[in-house]
């Protein structure tokens, strides 16, 4: 088997290679070039220059106005006013409704609901609050993981009576 894979990975290999190097076409040059692969560009767009943009606030009614800018030791300054005369800066509006997930209306109880509930007594047993526990499902519970307690110890000691004969 791990000759058969070995086998099958050396052909899946030549197989690759067969079009970068021995195969040719009618004008005698290799099928495939590793030229022809080619990675796609991920160079940033082309952005006008800031200082040509004049930002306006009028266009960003109801959002909140925030200005970016970098001060003279190149650190990114976020403020919302805007910065001294001469320094370049972008304005970005948010609006600030758009984070907000909107508030959900709970249906209202019925009225038969609450006094149902109020008129019964607060003890604070389990049984009463509703636990979906019940004592004879909990003495189960432990009854069985006693015996896989017991289940394992003996397969403990019959491993290890076999391991020392």
Do not use: H
């Amino acid at each position: 088997m791990k000759l058969f894979a070995k086998l099958l990975l050396a052909g899946l290999v030549i197989g690759l290679l067969l079009p970068f190097t021995l195969l040719k076409d009618d004008e005698g040059s290799t099928l495939m070039n590793f030229s022809d692969f080619k990675l796609p560009d991920f160079s940033m767009p082309d952005l006008p220059d800031v200082g040509t943009i004049t930002p306006s606030v009028e266009g960003l009614g109801g959002k909140d106005i925030f200005y970016k800018w970098y001060d003279a030791d190149a650190d990114v300054q976020f403020t919302t006013e805007p910065p001294p005369d001469g320094i370049e800066y972008t304005i970005k509006g948010y609006d600030p409704n758009t984070n907000v997930i909107q508030a959900v209306k709970l249906p209202e109880k019925k009225a038969e609901a609450k006094a149902q509930v109020s008129s019964q007594k607060k003890t604070g047993s389990a049984v009463e609050t509703g636990s979906p526990y019940s004592k004879e499902g909990i003495k189960k519970l432990f009854e069985d993981a006693k015996n896989i307690e017991k289940q394992l110890n003996q397969r403990m000691q019959n491993q290890e009576s076999a391991i020392n004969q």
